[in-house]
């Protein structure tokens, strides 16, 4: 396979916790239409996740994605789902108790390896090259950006944010380390 593996790793919410959680960290407002509160309003404060809920991918279908990936990644897997996931950052001494929805094919079973990762690479090719709306300067397929950071951060480094690296250092400093160079 010549070009990179089409990788969907994703919330299916509008954004994961987890850049709610940087945009807390770095003094930021979220969009609107990642949040809302308990009234329905918008939630533009990450300071206030807590007070609200990440809104849904898709409306009423991606509503219907996200609780059948929730009921995968929880019940199924024997962990929380909803209100029964613990807040981490209310109670970083406790267990998360959140679970993970992991879906692996075997190619084989449907036909040859080396005919579909041909196939996969025509249609990646394919859709790269399709014609672009006007101010649209490339078409990426899902992991392609990730992909591409990794390997800008394997050659370059991993930019870590000034608060970060201040949380680090004060870490560092208190386990009696070396702080992160």
Known sequence: ????????????????????????????????????????????????????????????????????????????????????????????????NTGQSVVALSVEAFGPVAEFKRSVDTMVRAIRESPRLPGVERIWLPGEQSHTKRLDRAKNGIPIPPPLRKSLDELARELKIDPVV
């Open 1 to 96: 396979m010549d070009e990179p593996p089409v990788v969907m790793d994703m919330s299916p919410t509008v954004a994961a916790y987890g850049k709610v959680r940087l945009k807390a960290s770095r003094g930021e407002e979220m969009p609107v239409g990642w949040m809302i509160d308990r009234q329905g309003q918008p939630l533009t404060d990450p300071k206030r996740a807590d007070e609200g809920s990440l809104l849904p991918i898709g409306a009423y279908k991606g509503y219907a994605l996200s609780l059948i990936i929730g009921l995968l990644a929880g019940p199924l897997n024997r962990a929380a789902i909803g209100r029964d996931i613990v807040d981490f950052v209310k109670h970083p001494e406790a267990a998360t």
